[in-house]
């Protein structure tokens, strides 16, 4: 493994459909597959904007677009609004559990009905079992999966890489017939008390897009900063 950038070779896709803007193109820029990685240079690189997907890190890289803009949550800062706090109060009930890996059957389910009742329309469906394995993977020995019961019930479960300066918040899928839970938020709260418990600093969101309806929620946790003209950047 290595932590250096200076022989970091990287590579660009074909454009190809946007997934978050209509009738826009998408361009990647990839780390390449082959380059030894550590939790240093993946620190490293998520302060330069980029985000892990299997084991896979990449970032927008678009010729005439500038949307994907990488956001973070400074957890030392932040402080929960009137509703992020009632939704810490509705599920100060669940208990967490942390485990290495997520190939038990009960997380599949949970992730299969995730995926069916809330993104039908997405890339993910119809979920699979191969996909799910390999778009969640302990890349780099550096990810958590923390499972929250409803009593004997898995009710989320919250894909967290840890990195040298913060958490980095992978995916989080969980039961979509207990909305009043707000669960989604919750897994986000949850993190930033987590990051605060470990004395960390950040919990990467991934990126923040300005008119896209799935991106949108990122907004509601202030103050965030947002990687804009190669500097992070406060805002709210």
């Not at 956001?71 to 509705?90: C, D, E, K, N, Y």
């Not at 039908?120 to 969640?136: I, N, T």
Request: glycine share 4%.
């Amino acid at each position: 493994m290595t932590s250096s950038m200076r022989d970091l070779k990287v590579y660009t896709t074909y454009p190809h459909s946007c997934s978050y803007l209509d009738e826009q193109e998408a361009t990647t820029l990839f780390v390449d597959p082959r380059q030894p990685v550590d939790k240093l240079l993946y620190s490293k690189l998520s302060l330069l904007g980029f985000r892990r997907s299997g084991n896979h890190i990449y970032r927008p890289h678009c010729t005439h677009c500038e949307a994907c803009v990488p956001a973070r949550i400074p957890v030392a800062l932040f402080q929960p609004g009137r509703s992020q706090r009632r939704t810490l109060q509705r599920n100060e009930d669940l208990r967490v559990r942390r485990t290495e890996d997520l190939r038990d059957e009960e997380a599949f389910q949970l992730y299969r009905r995730y995926i069916e009742l809330r993104h039908a329309d997405g890339d993910m469906f119809p979920p699979d079992r191969e996909q799910y394995e390999s778009f969640l993977n302990n890349a780099w020995d550096c990810t958590h999966y923390y499972r929250f019961y409803d009593r004997h019930s898995l009710v989320a479960l919250a894909v967290v890489d840890e990195l040298q300066d913060g958490l980095s918040a992978i995916y989080t899928f969980f039961e979509p017939l207990q909305e009043k839970r707000s669960l989604g938020s919750y897994a986000i709260l949850w993190q930033v008390q987590r990051a605060r418990a470990l004395g960390l600093d950040y919990v990467y969101l991934g990126y923040w897009i300005k008119g896209c309806r799935k991106m949108a929620y990122k907004s509601s946790y202030r103050p965030l900063e947002l990687h804009v003209n190669n500097r992070w950047t406060v805002i709210g």
